[in-house]
């Protein structure tokens, strides 16, 4: 769900991020109306992703960069999360203790959780039980917010999901699907001429064993850089349109046993291996008109969301301080 937030922005409150060494004495960040976002809070939120950026190839200069789009990111977000809980202080919405218990619940059952490994989780993650029921506490509240301002109001005709239907046959009518796998060799992280022909050459004596009668699942496993190596290069079924066009386009002309030739992906230098086909015929309209309903409602909630949310903060006080 979209987080909402209303702001004045205060500007930097450090003279440099922690993570990167420098003292930080927290300071107002932004003003939302007539309450303030933290410098402090604002670390919070960012902390995960400047610990990713750092670990990064990237040189000093893009980290720092990137830590800047991230932190002027979250300080939106952080905005429109504090527009909302004004929102529903307004509105007067309430959420219950019992309610926090049964989300908690049933997130600890969707992630296979016992208590001793949830608060082991917690633990790790350096937060404690009283800020994850706060966090939970607040995604009903604002999740109440939306059914009160945009949910309830939206209709979806069934004119509107039988069009939609007519109109993708891509996603709906048949469509092949390929048992596949594959041998991967990452492309350099920093190219030179040097470093790419010499993994080319390589995939280019992997291929050649393979013309010759070498069993793919063993070439895969010995040379692939993929995860699923040790599966043979298995990827298992995927529909057609879910693959990059230079894939499909080489597997095309390919019948089942057959492979293709060295293809660039965004991944690296790949050769695939077809091992089946599965064609699958066009859904009837009955079978997906709910799937339908759903993706369209979601688009509509969305578009009325940003509208709402931009009424919201234009008529709110929002003041950035640099």
Known sequence: MPMFFFVTVVGIIATADPLYGG??????????????????????????????????????????????????????LLIDEKLADQEIRRLQIRVG?????????RFKSANQLTDEDFQEALA????????????????????????????????????????????????????????????????????????????????????????????????????????NAVDGGSLGLISKSALAPQIQEALAPLKPGEFTDIIITDQGYQIFY????????????EKVKDKIEDKLYKQVINQQYEKWLQDLRTRAHIKLIR
């Not at 410098?39 to 990237?58: F, H």
């Not at 203790?97 to 619940?105: A, G, M, N, S």
């Open 23 to 76: 003292k930080v004495v927290d300071r107002v960040m932004a003003i939302v109306n007539d309450e303030i976002i933290s410098l402090y809070e604002l670390d919070q939120r960012v902390r995960p992703y400047a610990k990713k950026i750092k670990n990064t190839t990237s040189s000093p200069t893009e980290q720092i960069e990137l830590l800047r789009k991230v932190r002027e990111e979250n300080l939106n």
């Open 97 to 105: 203790d019992t309610e926090v218990d049964r989300e908690i619940e």
């Open 124 to 227: 790790t993650q350096g937060g404690s039980l009283e800020e994850f029921r706060r966090e939970i506490k607040n995604q009903i509240l604002r999740a109440r917010l939306v059914n009160w301002e945009i949910r309830s109001k939206i209709v979806i005709t069934h004119e509107e999901i039988e069009a939609y239907y007519n109109s993708h046959p891509e996603e709906f009518g048949s469509e092949n699907k390929y048992f596949l796998k594959n041998i991967l060799m990452n492309a350099p992280a920093i190219k030179s001429q040097d470093e790419d022909t010499e993994v080319i050459n390589r995939l280019n004596r992997i291929h050649e064993k393979l013309m010759d009668g070498e069993a793919f699942d063993a070439m895969a496993r010995e040379y692939s850089q993929a995860p």
């Open 274 to 285: 077809l091992e089946d086909i599965e064609t699958h015929s066009a859904d009837h309209f």
